[in-house]
């Protein structure tokens, strides 16, 4: 593999139902990042029927080249011909990095893609940058320049490793939606479009979709909510959890929870924040009865301002937290709350 065939950063731009998914906009945004360590450009990589007029938006939020593959064989979601289309566009224009969204889509095409073109993958990964691997190079070891360096939690979330590819190309990733950000857009900004025909064969329709059967969402998105009163183990029990309903309602924001709660049966997994649950930015994150495992703290530490509040003045969640609070949350919550709805009502 002749590695400096490779340029550019490339990102899967998925789409359902011809509406592009958030997570694009933010893949391209830390492409542009990445792009602009190595001097070269980002290019998304849509596919789909009937969405190339799409293109317009993803050159609104960074992309400067968008590559198209627009055939009614990519209607709706099958494993066989998108991982086909996408492996034939990254062996037709070789990209240096491959980024893909660890959505359900995206986990199951990046992986398959990745095979396809003998390449490794790193998932889920919280961070990527450009830099030198290994990174502490032993006397006659040669570190290699301007490698992706992928940083995921390792070990169900107890360490942190960072992961180079450094022999293959392109370097794949995939990144959980959320915890990158997407750029401001720029009405109007346009980026060269190229359709590529992948060439199809029958062989790429042996799965036929019969019937498409979507859920209704009855629980609100965490991640778009501007304050998150997320609760741990501490927090006791699942009655206990209207407390920190109230003081959310007060505020305008909603309730999240940890792992532990989940596992315990007291919220459904709709509301967890982590490594296993969801990125959350809020301008506010209240972590109360939370202790600050990293896998939890991998999934809200770029909140705008957290609050801590724990009775344990040695929990690792206040290394993170704006403000902290050591005491008894059964006694601090409710007082904080009042204190809350006094002041609003005065206004």
Known sequence: MALEEYKGVFIYAQQVDNEISSIAFELIGKGKELAKDLDTDVTAVLLGSNVKGLADQLAEYGADKVIVVDDPMLEVYRTEPYAHALAAVINEYKPEIMLVGATAIGRD??????????TGLTADCTMLEIGDFPLNPVPGQEQKHNQLLMTRPAFGGNTIATIACPDNRPQMATVRPGVMQKLEPVKGAKAEVIEFNPGFEENDRYVEILDIVKAVGTVQNIMDAKILVSGGRGVGSKENFAMLQDLADVLGGMVSCSRAVVENGWLPQDYQVGQTG??????????????????????????????????????????????????????????????????VAAK
């Open 109 to 118: 095409l990046g992986p398959t893609v990745s095979a396809r073109v003998k």
């Open 278 to 343: 969801k990125t959350v930015r809020p301008n506010v994150y209240f972590a109360i009865g939370i202790s600050g495992a990293i896998q939890h703290v991998a999934g809200m530490e770029e909140s705008d301002i957290i609050i801590a509040i724990n009775k344990d003045a040695d929990a690792p969640i206040f290394d993170v937290a704006d403000y902290g609070i050591v005491g008894d949350l059964n006694k601090i919550v409710p007082m904080l709350t009042e204190a809350l709805k006094a002041d």
